[in-house]
Every structure is written in C-alpha cells, then in structure tokens.
C-alpha cells in the first residue's frame, strides 16, 4: 500500500510538471493559423503529441489529491478528472494532431492544393465543437479543470490539509480557465504540482 501511495504521489508531481512543459511547447496563434502551422508543422505535433498522454495523467493526478475521501467534494473533483482527462484528449486529437498532420502534408504540395489545404486547417480550428481556443470541447476541458481543482480545494481544506493547498489549487484553476497556451496553461500546472507535493509531503508524516 505504501509503494501505490509513493507512485501515485509521484504521478500527481510528475505528470503535471511535465504537461507545463508540453504546454511551453505550444506556439500562441491566430485566429486563422494555417499559415503558421505549415511553416512549422514539426513543433505544433510534437507538444499535441506529448500532451495527449500526459493531460490523462494530469486527469488522474487530479483524481488522486481526494483519493479515500467521501463527500460531495470529493466525488465532484473525480467526476471533473475524469471529464478534463477526455476533453483534453479529444481537443488535442483534433484542434493539435489533426491540423498538424494536414500541415506537414500541405507543406509538400504546390501552392494552390497548399491553399485548399490550409482552408481546411483554418475551418477544422475554427469549428465551434471541435476546434481550438473557443469550442465547446475546450471551455468543457477547462472548466472541468476549474471545477475539479475547485472542489479538490474544498475537500482538502475540510481536511485541515496545509493552508498553501487550496490557494494552489484555486490558481491553477483560474490560471488553466484563461487558457492552455503559455503563460496560463504551464503556470496552472505548477501550481497544480505544488499543492500536489505539499499534499504528498503531509501524507508522509506520521500522525500525532
């Protein structure tokens, strides 16, 4: 039991701390940023690709601050987890992976097939279920992570856990709600990591 509650401890540091990272990857765009995606096509797969495994674990990390605990708050913060970890998946799979492979294959073709393309880039990141900053799936992964850092502080705080941990989370749900690009969306997973060590270091002291 002691060696599960190490690893999930160092799943709830690690995974958010190597989404910041991935998400310091993701180059701010333009409303129509077809453009900018095949000029670098490379940059725009790589952090989607990095972030599509590492936002179910930043879900799961999530889930475990209020692991073994009841009520309300608790069961709300898992609920949230679990929606952020698919929302996240799916808007990388789509907004990220899918226009990153239309624009490493529109930078081989001539310029009118490139412009028909890139017309496509622009209509899929734009499209209101689907598409990036905006869409439907994107407000649904941020305010489940709202929701769920929010109700992680909460049920935590009702635990009497260190006073730093609720603050944290609240900031990396408000940080995370204003977007996923930098600086917002690395700096919401630090201070998710943060709270998430503070509560790791409290479970390891013995009670008095």
Do not use: K, Y
Not at 128 to 146: C, Y
Not at 171 to 188: E, K, Q, T, W
Not at 197 to 208: F, G, N, Y
Request: charged share 10%; net charge positive; glycine share 6%.
């Amino acid at each position: 039991m002691a060696r599960n509650g190490s690893l999930g401890a160092a799943l709830a540091i690690v995974a958010p701390l190597l989404l910041a990272a991935a998400l310091a990857l993701h180059p701010r765009v333009p409303a129509a940023p077809a453009a900018d995606f095949i000029a670098a096509p490379e940059r725009w797969l790589l952090a989607h690709a990095l972030q599509v495994p590492l936002v179910a674990a930043a879900g799961a990390a999530l889930a475990w601050l209020v692991r073994g605990r009841a009520g309300a708050a608790a069961w709300t913060c898992r609920a949230a987890a679990a929606a952020f970890a698919v929302a996240s998946v799916a808007l990388a799979a789509t907004d990220g992976l899918a226009t990153g492979v239309l624009a490493r294959h529109a930078a081989a073709l001539p310029d009118p097939e490139r412009a028909a393309v890139a017309a496509a880039i622009d209509a899929l990141f734009a499209h209101r279920l689907v598409g990036g900053s905006g869409s439907v799936l994107a407000a649904l992964a941020a305010l489940s992570w709202l929701t769920g850092a929010l109700a992680a502080a909460v049920a935590l705080a009702r635990a009497r856990a260190n006073p730093a941990v609720p603050v944290l989370l609240a900031a990396s749900g408000a940080l995370f709600l204003l977007g996923h690009v930098p600086p917002a969306g690395p700096l919401a997973m630090l201070a998710f990591a943060a709270a998430a060590a503070l509560v790791a270091i409290s479970a390891r002291r013995p009670a008095p």
